[in-house]
Nanobody, 118 residues
Framework: QVQLVESGGGLVQFGGSLRLSCAAS????????MGWYRQAPGKQRDLVAV???????AYADSAKGRFTISRDNAKNTVYLQMNSLKPEDTAVYYC????????????WGQGTQVTVSS
């Protein structure tokens, strides 16, 4: 069984920073991509940033220049450093882990709330 445990969400003022963490544990092997998605009320879940096992990254336009994704492969952990936060960044943030171990897999965290006040 695989668990993804997220932490680091909370309430922050406009222009502030937060760092999200997501640790994968359990029977999880050969992780490839690790990423962060977010879902605001009434909207679809969208990609924020993703990082490959080799360290290549990709960001949504809204995150470029403000957010940084990183990972610690030894700890099966992915991070999202969010700076210059805006009210429109308010959402539930979910981590996602994808890989292949006999068959392809994709696991989601439970989500962590990020609220940015104006």
């Amino acid at each position: 069984q695989v668990q993804l445990v997220e932490s680091g969400g909370g309430l922050v003022q406009f222009g502030g920073s937060l760092r999200l963490s997501c640790a994968a544990s359990g029977r999880i092997f050969s992780i490839n991509a690790m990423g962060w998605y977010r879902q605001a009320p009434g909207k679809q879940r969208d990609l924020v940033a993703v990082i490959s096992s080799g360290g290549s990254t990709a960001y949504a336009d809204s995150a470029k220049g403000r957010f940084t994704i990183s990972r610690d492969n030894a700890k099966n952990t992915v991070y999202l450093q969010m700076n210059s936060l805006k009210p429109e960044d308010t959402a539930v943030y979910y981590c996602n882990v994808q890989g292949y171990s006999g068959s392809a897999y994709s696991h989601w965290g439970q989500g962590t709330q990020v609220t940015v006040s104006s």
